[in-house]
Structure formats: structure tokens, C-alpha cells
């Protein structure tokens, strides 16, 4: 499957994603065709609608103590309801959607997820540090929010600015 990064502004990121129903080798292939996307951009999180697929799908691949990404600590989620939220941390995220923008974002500290595994399975997991923070983000993905609409009024005009102006350089040369 050939999958490529949608990117700000495209009107698709903001879609409400769909539960998934069914675990065929169709939601297998998506997860199979993200996860090389997501690698090959040096991404850490990646949701299915950022590659136009508006399914409650997402993986993750936070880097181990060496910096390392490992298939083994690769994770699948689907469907993910988050069941506890505790305290507060800012870390300063990055979307492949907004490439080259990075902001301060508020998240909770430690979650308690629900999700299901590719087969179906129900988990739970504990979370915390920067994969409480990613989870946090890629779930956003799948309301149609964006990191940069947590951002306050002021950080937000200035984001826009900037981003348009990127986007004109971009396209001009
Ligand atoms: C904090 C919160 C959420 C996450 C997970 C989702 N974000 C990413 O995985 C961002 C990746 C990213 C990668 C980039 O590198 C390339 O595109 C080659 C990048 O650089 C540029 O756009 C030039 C920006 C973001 C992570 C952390
Ligand atoms: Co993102």
C-alpha cells in the first residue's frame, strides 16, 4: 500500500475518525504500510488519518535509553479509550503533519489506556513520559485536533504567519 504524510492544512486532518470493526488483512496492511512511513520520516507516532485513512488507528515507536527505535518496542493501537489522566507536563511536540514546527504543548502526566491490538485483543496500558505525551497526540489526531490548536491565540497567529511563509518558499522554488 502506498501511503503518503497529508499535511497542514489539508482539511482531511481535521476528520473524526471511525471506530475500527473490522480486523482484517485490510487493517493489517494499513499497520504493515504505516510503519515504514512513520520510520522513514523519523517519526516517533503516526495516526491513520494522517495518511487519509480515517479509521482509530494509531502506532508509536518511542525510542529505547540508547535512542534507539526498535520493531520490538513497536505498538499498535486501535481503538484507544483513555480511562485515567493524572497531572500535568509540558514537552515540546512535533507533528509529521506541520513539518519543522515545534511547540510547547500541556498533556497529562500518566494515562491508563484501553485500546485493542491488531487481532482484536484488549489491552491496557500505563503510561508515561514521552509516551503518555505521544499517545496524547496521535489520540488528538483522531478528533481532527492538531497540536498546534492547543496553542494560545498569540503562539497560534505566529505559527500561521510562519507556516505560510514556509509553505510560499516551498512551493516557489
Ligand atoms: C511529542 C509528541 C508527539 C510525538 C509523536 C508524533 N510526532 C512525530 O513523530 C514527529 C516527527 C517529526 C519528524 C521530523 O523529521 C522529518 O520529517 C524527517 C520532523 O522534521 C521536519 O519536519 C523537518 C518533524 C517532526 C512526538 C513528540
Ligand atoms: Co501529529
Known amino acids: 500500500m502506498n501511503l503518503t504524510i497529508v499535511e497542514y492544512p489539508d482539511k482531511k486532518l481535521r476528520q473524526k475518525s471511525k471506530e475500527v470493526k473490522s480486523f482484517d488483512h485490510k487493517l493489517h496492511e494499513l499497520l504493515d504500510s504505516m510503519y515504514p512511513v512513520m520510520m522513514n520520516t523519523n517519526g516517533i507516532g503516526l495516526a491513520a488519518i494522517q495518511v487519509s ?4 488507528v494509531l502506532i508509536l515507536n518511542i525510542p529505547d535509553e540508547e535512542g534507539e527505535q526498535t520493531k520490538e518496542n513497536l505498538l499498535e493501537i486501535i481503538n484507544p479509550v483513555i480511562t485515567h489522566k493524572n497531572g ?6 512535533g507533528c509529521l503533519s506541520v513539518p519543522k514546527f515545534y511547540e510547547d504543548v500541556k498533556r497529562f502526566e500518566n494515562i491508563i489506556l484501553n485500546y485493542q491490538d491488531r487481532d482484536a485483543n484488549t489491552k491496557t496500558l500505563e503510561a508515561d513520559g514521552l509516551l503518555a505525551i505521544a499517545i496524547q497526540h496521535e489520540m488528538d489526531h ?5 497540536f498546534i490548536d492547543h496553542l494560545s491565540y498569540a503562539r497560534r497567529k505566529k505559527f500561521e504567519k510562519e507556516y505560510k511563509r514556509m509553505l510560499k518558499e516551498k512551493f516557489s522554488s
Open 53 to 56: 485513512f480515517a479509521l482509530r
Open 142 to 146: 483522531l478528533e481532527g485536533i492538531l
Open 88 to 93: 500535568e507536563t509540558i514537552y515540546q511536540e
